[in-house]
Each structure stands twice: as C-alpha cells, then as structure tokens.
C-alpha cells in the first residue's frame, strides 16, 4: 500500500509538472499571439499615406524639445505617394527595436533609446485617466516599461505618437499581405506634418524605413523638371 502510495504520489508531482509546463507553454504561445494579432488590428491605410520623413528641421525642433542630442539629420524631401519600403536600416534586436528605431529617425543614432523610453513612460504618468483604461494599473505599467528588453505593441506606438505628436506608420502584416498601418496623435491636427515610418519583421522587431519604392525615381524626376 505505502509503495503504491510513493508511486500515485510520484505520478501526481510528475503530471503536475506537465501541466505547469504545458500552460507555460500555452501562456508563452499566446502572449506571442497577442501582441502579433495586436499590431494587426490598426487601421491600414495606404491610399491617404504619403511618404513624409522626419528631417532636419523637424529632427532639431524635437530634440532640443526632449533634451535629445541629434548627431545626423537626415535630409529632407517632398512627398512621395507611400508604397512599399525600399531602403530600411537594421536596428540591434534587444527587446528595445522599437524605442532604437524611434530614437534614430528623431536623432540619428539609436543610442538614446533608454532615454526615449523614460519620457514616453513618464508621460503616460502623467496621463493617468487618459492611459488606465488601456494599461490598468498605470504604476505597474510604467515599472515594467521602463525597463530595458520589454517589448513595443501598438499601444507604445499609439502613445509615442500622442507623445511626439508626430503620425507613426508601420508596414506590417495584415491577413495575407503587408499593409501601413497608421498611428495618428489622438489630437492631431497638421494634416501636412512629417512623419517616422517603421517596418515590422517577423513580427517581432521594428526597422526603420528610409526610403520607398519608386521614391529615388519620382525624385530624380522632380529633379529634372526644376532644372528644365
């Protein structure tokens, strides 16, 4: 009977442990889930897109702003109807691609990201009955993203956006296809402001897209059509 006892013990402690296993799993899986059909559930637009970059006057404006230093400002173009991304550049894949790639259209470098990261968070702080009914209990939400390596959803889009009072548009999965999904300040009113422009890959890190299809092209046209 005792051995029989160990033995139903044993195999109980064993299937518990399956179990706890198996909803870590399940747990995993669907958080991965979530934050993938999350960023999907944005509004795609493309016909009402233009390409409109953050650019060198812009780039000053906001970094003397947030306190940011701007090592390299990017040049500045006029708007090019959005298409695909054509041109994008890589950013370190360490939880923080997002925050890197938003650091880098604003300054030129990722190296402020932890910096970028403090003042979204402290902003949402800030706007405690704006924020609760999208994160709950804002304090615990601000403890967690503060934090180097927790990922962006597009909830930290949508409130970099209203932080910035800049649109942001990511090119990401929807269905089947790949489509820009906008991100417009919740009080946004300058319908001609530039812009930061995001890729999403394997639907689990942010790159930052500096140029489109055919855009050199329509450039290099417009070009020509000034000198003639």
Not at 71 to 95: A, F, M, R, W
Not at 100 to 111: C, D, H, M, P, V
Request: hydrophobic residues 35%; charged residues 20%; contains cysteine.
């Amino acid at each position: 009977c005792r051995k029989m006892a160990a033995n139903c013990e044993t195999m109980g402690t064993t299937l518990l442990g399956l179990l706890v296993m198996l909803l870590t799993i399940t747990d995993t899986l669907t958080t991965q889930y979530v934050v993938e059909e999350r960023i999907l559930k944005s509004k795609p637009s493309v016909e009402s897109v233009d390409f409109f970059p953050v650019c060198g006057e812009t780039q000053q404006q906001l970094g003397k702003q947030l306190h940011l230093h701007v090592l390299v400002t990017h040049p500045c173009s006029g708007k090019l109807h959005i298409k695909e991304p054509k041109v994008i550049e890589q950013i370190v894949g360490d939880g923080n691609c997002f925050f890197r790639a938003i650091t880098l259209a604003l300054t030129g470098s990722q190296e402020d990201h932890m910096a970028l990261r403090t003042l979204m968070v402290s902003y949402v702080q800030g706007h405690k009955p704006e924020y609760k009914d999208l994160v709950g209990d804002v304090e615990n939400y601000v403890n967690k993203m503060g934090k180097s390596g927790v990922w962006a959803t597009d909830q930290e889009i949508m409130m970099m956006s209203n932080y910035l009072q800049l649109p942001i548009y990511v090119y990401t999965k929807y269905g089947a296809s790949m489509r820009w999904a906008c991100y417009n300040p919740s009080e946004f009113r300058v319908q001609d402001k530039r812009a930061i422009y995001l890729k999403h890959e394997n639907a689990n890190h942010f790159v930052l897209v500096k140029s489109i299809q055919g855009g050199n092209r329509i450039l290099t046209q417009l070009k020509k059509t000034l000198k003639q």
